[in-house]
Nanobody
Framework: QVQLVESGGGSGQAGGSLRLSCAASGRTVRSYAMAWFRHAPGKEREFAAVIDWSGGSTYYADSVKGRFTISRDNAKNTVYLQMNSLKLEDTAVYYC???????????????????WGQGIQVTVSS
């Protein structure tokens, strides 16, 4: 079992920055791809960013590319999402997810991920 807990959300100004953290417990996630998804009001949950087990490969949704950076510290069993140049449309609940079974290096489908955090609200205002 893997427990994922997100932190660092809250409110930010458009053009500003926020950093999300996802701490894993129960089992090490150093061997698994980790991703961030988000769910905005009135929209379907969407993929935001993914990082492979080593941190050597990342992939981003077009909507966040160039503004968000995903990283990981396997020694701390933690994944991060640095969000810069925030936009109003970044407002959403952000979820951390772990893929412990598919061995897809950088999956973008939510169906790939078998463990999820509880989600954390990010609100961007003008």
């Amino acid at each position: 079992q893997v427990q994922l807990v997100e932190s660092g959300g809250g409110s930010g100004q458009a053009g500003g920055s926020l950093r999300l953290s996802c701490a894993a417990s129960g089992r090490t996630v150093r061997s698994y791809a980790m991703a961030w998804f988000r769910h905005a009001p009135g929209k379907e949950r969407e993929f935001a960013a993914v990082i492979d087990w080593s941190g050597g490969s990342t992939y981003y949704a077009d909507s966040v590319k160039g503004r968000f950076t995903i990283s990981r510290d396997n020694a701390k069993n933690t994944v991060y999402l640095q969000m810069n140049s925030l936009k109003l449309e970044d407002t959403a609940v952000y979820y951390c997810a772990a893929d412990t079974r598919s061995y897809v290096p950088v999956g973008t489908s939510s169906a790939t991920y078998d463990y999820w955090g509880q989600g954390i609200q990010v609100t961007v205002s003008s």
